[in-house]
C-alpha cells in the first residue's frame, strides 16, 4: 500500500521560501492520483494548498495567491512544495496526501504522510 | 478559510451513539460535492473515516457511518469507545472558491 513521508526543513526564516518534499513508496506516482498538500496551524483546522497530477495538470488554493507552487519529479517518485514569501502566519504542520479521484472534484485523500512541522521564525 | 461549519464538541457515555454535523450550502455540499470524513487522533495525521458521503474504507469499523442531505451531512458513531475520542473533520469541493475545504473540526470526548 502507498506510503508518504514528508521531508525539509523546519524552520524556515520570513521572507523566505519554504521547500518540502514528500517521497512516494509502494505506489508509483504515474498513477491516477492526485498529489496534494494540506496543512494545519498549531492547535487550528486543516487547509487545502493544492495538488498535482503525474500529467504536470496543477490545482492551487486561490487564498495563497500565487505563492505556492506544487512539482513532480517522477524519477525519484517524489513531488514537492514550494511556498515562498513566508510570514509567521504559515507556520504548521505540513502534511503530504493521496487524492484518490472519485467524480470530478470529489477527490478524498488517503492516506497521508505524518506530517512535518515547518516553524517561521527570525 | 472553513465554509463547512461543524460543532466545536460533541460528547457522549461509552456505547452511546453521537452525531456530528457539517453544514455548508450552496456552493458544496448542497451543489451536490460529496462530503468525505476524517479521524485525527491526538498528535497523528487524519486518517480517512468516510468517503463519497457513506462508504467505509475497509477497515474502518462499521460503528462509524455518514449521511448527506441537502446542504448538510452527518457522521455518527455508534457504541461510543473510549479510542473513538479524537478530532474529526468533514471535507468537500466548493465550486464558488475553486478548492478543497474542510469543516471546523469537532472534538469528541468520551465521558
Known amino acids: 500500500q502507498v506510503q508518504l513521508q514528508e521531508s525539509g526543513p523546519g524552520l524556515v526564516k520570513p521572507s523566505e521560501t519554504l521547500s518540502l518534499t514528500c517521497t512516494i513508496s509502494g505506489g508509483a506516482i504515474s498513477s491516477n492520483n492526485w498529489w496534494s498538500w494540506v496543512r494545519q496551524p498549531p492547535g487550528k483546522g486543516l487547509e487545502w494548498m493544492g495538488e498535482i497530477h503525474y500529467s504536470g495538470n496543477t490545482n492551487y488554493n486561490p487564498s495563497l495567491k500565487g505563492r505556492v507552487t506544487i512539482s513532480v519529479e517522477k524519477p525519484k517518485n517524489q513531488f514537492s512544495l514550494r511556498l515562498s514569501s513566508v510570514t509567521a502566519a504559515d507556520t504548521a504542520m505540513y502534511y503530504c496526501?493521496?487524492?484518490?479521484?472519485?467524480?470530478?472534484?470529489?477527490?478524498?485523500?488517503?492516506?497521508w504522510g505524518q506530517g512535518t512541522l515547518v516553524t517561521v521564525f527570525s | 478559510q472553513s465554509v463547512l461549519t461543524q460543532p466545536p464538541s460533541v460528547s457522549g457515555a461509552p456505547g452511546q451513539r453521537v452525531t456530528i454535523s457539517c453544514t455548508g450550502d450552496?456552493?458544496?455540499?448542497?451543489?451536490?460535492?460529496?462530503v468525505h470524513w476524517y479521524q485525527q487522533l491526538p498528535g497523528t495525521a487524519p486518517k480517512l473515516l468516510i468517503y463519497?458521503?457513506?462508504d467505509r474504507p475497509s477497515g474502518v469499523p462499521d460503528r462509524f457511518s455518514g449521511s448527506k442531505s441537502g446542504t448538510s451531512a452527518s457522521l455518527a458513531i455508534a457504541g461510543l469507545q473510549a479510542e473513538d475520542e479524537a478530532d474529526y473533520y468533514c471535507q468537500s469541493y466548493d465550486s464558488s472558491l475553486s478548492l478543497y475545504v474542510f469543516g471546523t473540526g469537532t472534538k469528541v470526548t468520551v465521558l
Open positions: 496526501a493521496v487524492g484518490i479521484p472519485g467524480r470530478p472534484r470529489n477527490n478524498w485523500f488517503d492516506p
Open positions: 450552496s456552493s458544496n455540499i448542497g451543489a451536490g460535492y460529496d
Open positions: 463519497g458521503d457513506s
